[in-house]
């Protein structure tokens, strides 16, 4: 029996409806994006019980879908596990390679796997944009093997240039994603026209790095992207624990609804003095 899941504000990749705040996992798995001593405490830490805690924790506010490699063994015990809670999150898989040959077989893995969304990392997709061309080279081949396993497909990217070719080629992506943080963080552009290329891409846009990998507090990088953007797109965000994401999806939900947070500052003695 499936748990009743509050009502999270949705949007749709395709045909698909999912939450407008996405489960993030590369702290589950060790990319830090920080320094290789906090990348290999993060995979010391988060084994797959803490991996499940706070996939769980999001799932009960009504966040409905993930994003991460398909070769991550965890993963796909993980989202079982959830299924067993009464919760189920949709796989947005990214699979890489080098060669065209090296995807392909990274998006039939990740149909194995059950991913519903499949957009070739950014590995891939901004490697072959030509920007001169206005071309990404297989795309054709891409979408339609996707198509062909039953997947949603999308480019996951670093590089503006790869919404306004994909878009202008008229090639079968449904979705895009993007880092967009207020400090520009793996930005290739800056954020004014992050903001603009995102905004005018009829696409919905999967937002990532909102707080550039731990680097903003989440009340600026959360509201930032939420205020910035139009209400078709969404933000993926990783979170170290359930408190935290609870914290999180409740700034979500009041930068979604134009309200001020209700959320407690932290406090320390040097702030004493600005109590009143």
């Known amino acids: 029996m499936t748990a009743p899941e509050p009502k999270f504000p949705m949007t749709r990749i395709g045909n698909l409806e999912i939450s407008r705040l996405l489960c993030g996992t590369n702290s589950f798995f060790g990319y830090s994006h920080l320094s290789a001593a906090r990348s290999t405490w993060l995979k010391r830490y988060f084994t797959l019980e803490r991996i499940v805690e706070v ?13 991460s490699t398909q070769r991550e063994p965890m993963m ?5 596990r959830l299924e067993k809670l009464g919760y189920k999150m949709h ?4 699979p890489g390679g080098a060669t065209l040959d090296e995807l392909k077989e990274g998006i039939r893995e990740a149909a194995d796997v059950g991913a519903a969304v499949c957009m070739p990392h950014t590995s891939y ?27 949603i ?17 008229g090639y079968d992506m449904e979705t895009y994603i993007q880092p967009f943080n207020p400090i520009g963080f793996l930005c290739a552009v800056e954020t004014d026209w ?16 909102p707080l550039a990998a731990g680097r903003i507090n989440p009340p600026t990088g959360l509201g930032f992207a939420y205020q910035h953007l139009d209400p078709r797109h969404t933000v993926c965000i990783g979170c170290m624990s359930p408190e ?21 500052l932290q406090k320390t003695r040097s702030k004493e003095t600005l109590e009143s």
Request: glycine share 4%; hydrophobic share 50%; aromatic share 2%.
């Open 244 to 264: 935290e994401a609870q914290e999180d999806i409740a700034l979500a939900r009041a930068f979604i609804a134009a309200e001020t947070p209700d959320v407690p």
């Open 55 to 67: 996939m769980h924790a999001m799932a009960e506010e009504g966040i409905n879908a993930t994003v």
């Open 91 to 94: 796989w947005i898989a990214t």
């Open 153 to 169: 497909p999308g480019w996951s990217t670093h590089r503006p240039e790869v919404i306004t070719v994909s878009d202008a080629a």
């Open 194 to 209: 992050m903001q603009r290329v995102i905004n005018t891409t009829p696409k919905t846009v999967i937002v990532i790095k």
């Open 125 to 151: 997709t901004d490697s072959h944009l030509n920007v001169a061309e206005n071309t990404i080279a297989g795309a054709e081949e891409i979408s339609a093997l996707i198509r062909e396993l039953g997947m």
């Open 76 to 80: 796909p015990l993980a989202l079982e």
